[in-house]
């Protein structure tokens, strides 16, 4: 069965790359990208919208980043963490970051870009119901 990913990131040279890795994975008929976890936010605090299986969140983005996007939407989504598979996904390298993450139960992990197929596809494989 395939799922819907979607991507909250700012940078588009980012964006183009993990598109083509999600693509390879052929795990997913519907790809999601947000420039900015404000547009993400308005959409997915309507607890009416259907959240994708899983979303891949940087943390490091203006005006709203990552951690700001999880504070923000958590409480329009109490189930938040049964609703969707969130990872970090970042260039950060911070233990602080890293910590941070495992304080979330929201987030599922923390990863360092870039992510490749083969991670992708650990990520599905791990979560597959």
Partial sequence: MKKSICVIDD?????LIIK???????????????????????EFKNSDKKLPEIILLDINMPQMDGWQFLDS???????????????IVTSSIAYSDRDKAES????????????????????????RK
Wanted: net charge neutral.
């Fill in 11 to 15: 940078d588009k040279i980012y964006q």
């Fill in 20 to 42: 083509k890795v999600i693509e390879r994975t052929t795990e997913f008929d519907l790809i999601y990208f947000y420039n900015d976890a404000i547009e993400a936010f308005k």
């Fill in 73 to 87: 939407l958590i409480p329009y989504r109490p189930n938040l963490f049964k609703e969707t598979i969130i990872y």
């Fill in 104 to 127: 979330y139960k929201e987030v599922s992990g923390f990863l360092s870009k870039p992510l490749n197929v083969e991670k992708l596809k650990e990520i599905t494989d791990k979560h």
